[in-house]
């Protein structure tokens, strides 16, 4: 998909937001890159299940329904593996972003997952986003469980990535953004 001067809405936690380095992430450096126009929703530590006023749903439904949205990408967040909460809150939030984009913007959907890191739960969501995809049908860009993520040296990881969840600008710009971009030409 040609993005040129089209509209991208990024919904996400800290990792979209770009946390490790003022709020630059992989969503900017894509947005720069192939010269589109971007819609950030991201907030640090937010779930996707509905507990608060900063869920993925809520601030979902607070962008004008009259916005033109031509590509939709949607973090996995860690968030909600850390706080344990039940994947059927967040399995509930999922089914009710990929129907409310579908039914309000229209267009393509993409769901991304973080790259590997040892958590049980999260190793759950990543399951569960796999079944939904299968469900609905939408893009997946599942880092978690891509081989060529997981196998690089010690020395680039810790070059790439700030902790085990968060990449550094540098990770966001060689290592996340070549695959992002890889499967918006698929679509």
Not at 150 to 167: A, F, G, L, V
């Amino acid at each position: 998909m040609d993005l040129k001067n089209k509209t991208v809405l990024f919904l996400g936690s800290s990792v979209t937001f770009g946390a490790t380095k003022k709020g630059v992430s992989f969503a900017d450096i894509l947005a720069k890159k192939l010269s589109f126009n971007m819609i950030k929703s991201a907030v640090c530590g937010t779930t996707l299940a509905d507990i608060n006023a900063n869920s993925y749903p809520k601030r979902l439904m607070q962008i004008d329904k009259n916005t033109k949205v031509d590509l939709f990408v949607c973090q996995l967040s860690t968030n909600d593996a850390g706080q344990n909460l039940p994947i059927i809150e967040t399995e509930k939030a999922i089914r009710f972003i990929i129907e409310y984009t579908k039914s309000t913007f229209n267009c393509p959907l993409v769901f991304f997952t973080g790259t590997y890191f040892e958590n049980e739960n999260y190793a759950k969501f990543v399951e569960l986003i796999i079944a939904l995809k299968e469900e609905y049908g939408f893009y997946l860009l599942d880092l978690y469980n891509d081989n060529k993520m997981r196998n690089i040296s010690k020395k680039t990881y810790e070059k790439y990535m700030q902790d085990p969840i968060h990449p550094t600008i540098l990770g966001y710009e060689k290592w996340w953004s070549p695959k992002f971009i890889e499967l918006f030409n698929l679509i």
